[in-house]
Nanobody
């Protein structure tokens, strides 16, 4: 069974740092493109904020997080990460990890095949 399980979400002060993890099981992560999305409010669209494409390995960042967030993966641990620095209150959201295979459109939500359940990040001012 394919599973993605996020962890690391918590309450943090503005300017602080946090690292989210996403542990994969039931498949080998290194064959897939990986991504982090977030939903900042119920009913709002999920935003692709950081993605590694499966076709070319290119890394894409949303402008809102560029220079502050870093996506990475440890294939030996079958885990992906999102390092978040200089956090702002507007980074408050539920963060989701996701995987895709064979897409040439990284960070497009409809391209992703499997999703984690989400982890809440709250940034206080």
């Amino acid at each position: 069974e394919v599973q993605l399980v996020e962890s690391g979400g918590t309450l943090v002060q503005a300017g602080g740092s946090l690292r989210l993890s996403c542990a994969a099981s039931g498949f080998t992560l290194d064959a897939y493109g990986v991504a982090w999305f977030r939903r900042q409010a119920p009913g709002k669209e999920r935003e692709g904020i950081s993605c590694i494409g499966s076709m070319d390995g290119n890394i894409v960042y949303a402008d809102s997080v560029k220079g502050r967030f870093t996506i990475s993966r440890d294939n030996a641990k079958n885990t992906m990460y999102l390092q978040m620095n200089s956090l702002k209150p507007e980074d408050t959201a539920v963060y989701y990890c996701a995987i895709e295979y064979g897409s040439d459109r990284p960070c497009l939500e409809s391209e992703y095949d499997y999703w984690g359940q989400g982890t809440q990040v709250t940034v206080s001012s």
